[in-house]
């Protein structure tokens, strides 16, 4: 089973920018779609973007459609979120999230990922 770690979050004002890593170590990456999700207080974890094992093919929440960018250094073990425009709904902690060896497409489900980060927290402040 793979293990990810998650970097980048932070304290960022209204409009600002962030961009989330997801290093990942054991299992098999490579061949492994990758999701984000977030958190808020007292709300459910929630899907925030979706990315193909090859890189080929991205899914958004509507949320962060246009603001939000999903990729992939395969080469590297790393997933990243470019997030712009942020906005204080946007504040949670941050997961990345694997799926199963071999699940190389993409999903939106909690269910469908077999590995979880520990999360990173993103303030946005207005």
């Known amino acids: 089973q793979v293990q990810l770690v998650e970097s980048g979050g932070g304290l960022v004002q209204t409009g600002g920018s962030l961009t989330l890593s997801c290093a990942a170590s054991?299992?098999?990456?490579?061949?492994?779609?990758m999701g984000w999700f977030r958190q808020a207080p007292g709300k459910e974890r929630e899907f925030v973007a979706t990315i193909s094992w090859t890189g080929s093919n991205t899914y958004y929440a509507d949320s962060v459609k246009g603001r939000f960018t999903i990729s992939r250094d395969n080469a590297k073990n790393t997933v990243y979120l470019q997030m712009n425009s942020l906005k204080p709904d946007d504040t949670a902690v941050y997961y990345c999230?694997?799926?199963?060896?071999?699940?190389?497409?993409?999903?939106?489900?909690?269910?469908?990922?077999?590995?979880w980060g520990q999360g990173t927290q993103v303030t946005v402040s207005s």
């Open positions: 054991g299992g098999t990456f490579k061949r492994s779609a």
């Open positions: 999230a694997a799926r199963r060896s071999g699940a190389v497409t993409i999903a939106t489900e909690t269910s469908n990922f077999a590995s």
